[in-house]
């Protein structure tokens, strides 16, 4: 993926929203509906989520507009993690 990553670009200053899913016992309830914790940019956004604590991270997710290759319009905390990573070389 290192080519792919070096030839992209990501807007961090795109407009996002962090959503948390609602949770029993730590586990995401698939039957609810994520909702929103705080709404900024893609760079805020992925401070925001880094900011929670990791045994938690799961619970989250960033929606945001698609940015092809790299950004989905929702974004995993997997895949929230390693746009953190990449960040600072984009």
Known sequence: ????????????????????????????????????????????CISAF???????RHLYEIRTAPQPPLVTEILSPEHVIELSRWREFL
Do not use: C, I
């Open 1 to 44: 993926m290192g080519d792919v990553v070096s030839e992209s670009k990501v807007d961090f200053a795109a407009l996002a929203a962090l959503h948390k899913w609602p949770s029993l016992a730590n586990q995401r309830q698939p039957d609810r509906e994520p909702y929103q914790v705080s709404q900024g940019t893609l760079d805020e």
């Open 50 to 56: 880094m900011r929670k604590p990791a045994a938690t």
